[in-house]
């Protein structure tokens, strides 16, 4: 069984702050996405990540794949409230499904 | 990316009744769905996968005459909950993968919940 280990799975810091959240496998993977999901909404992909090695960045955020394509982490710089939400990372397997990992609740307080 | 649908956005229904979630595609053919449970800040559960003019092709541990899906267009699925219990109540939302990326387009979840 493929596993997709995600964490922390809860954090709250103060504004201003800097965070990462890692995703970890045993499995290699051929795309890993990040999703961030807002109460009652569908998830909302971030950014896919292909190549072993890619860094990504989207404003204050940056996603890395590692070398091998079985982890990944998503760093945030400067936290902002309205970086709240939950972080979901997913790796791609055969026939379009994906390992998704078990979420990071992230609360940022003003 | 491509835009989901989804019909209703919260049900409340009574215990032993059926309740019909519709996902549809908007601006493209979608030839396999997601289903998808989620329990209150918990990650996303695979129920099963649909694709069009075929049988769907259920996870380990779900029922798939409780959970009836239905996806008779290349624009609609339907997850359908039958004789739906107290311990059914949770968030289902379905997606669409796009075919070279694997990236999935998420439709905006249907908050069910069985008094």
């Known amino acids: 069984t493929q596993l997709l280990e995600q964490s922390p799975q809860f954090l709250s810091i103060q504004e201003g702050e800097n965070l990462t959240v890692y995703c970890n496998s045993s499995?290699?993977?051929?795309?890993l996405q990040w999703y961030r999901q807002e109460p009652g909404e569908g998830p909302v992909l971030l950014v896919t990540?292909?190549?072993g090695g890619e860094v990504k960045k989207l404003k204050r955020l940056t996603f890395q794949f590692g070398d091998a394509r079985k982890d990944s982490s998503l760093h945030i710089t400067a936290a902002q409230p309205g970086d709240t939400g939950l972080y979901l990372c997913?790796?791609?397997?055969?026939?379009?499904?994906?390992?998704w990992g078990a979420g990071t609740k992230l609360i940022i307080k003003p | 990316g491509a835009v989901v649908s989804q019909h209703p956005s919260w049900v409340i229904c009574k215990s032993g009744t059926s309740v019909k979630i519709e996902c549809r595609s908007l601006?493209?053919?979608?030839?396999?769905m997601f289903w998808y449970r989620q329990f209150p800040k918990q990650s996303l559960m695979l129920m099963a996968t649909?694709?069009?003019?075929?049988?769907?092709?259920?996870e380990q541990g779900v029922e798939k005459d409780k959970f009836l899906i239905n996806h008779a267009s290349l624009t609609l699925s339907t997850l359908t909950v039958t004789s739906a219990h107290p311990e059914d109540s949770s968030f289902y939302i379905c997606?669409?993968?796009?075919?070279?990326?694997?990236?999935?387009?998420f439709g905006p979840g249907t908050r069910l919940t069985v008094t």
């Open positions: 997606s669409t993968p796009e075919r070279s990326t694997y990236e999935q387009y």
């Open positions: 601006d493209f053919q979608a030839t396999t």
């Open positions: 649909s694709n069009e003019g075929s049988k769907a092709t259920y």
């Open positions: 499995s290699v993977f051929s795309s």
């Open positions: 990540v292909v190549t």
């Open positions: 997913a790796g791609a397997v055969g026939n379009y499904q994906l390992i």
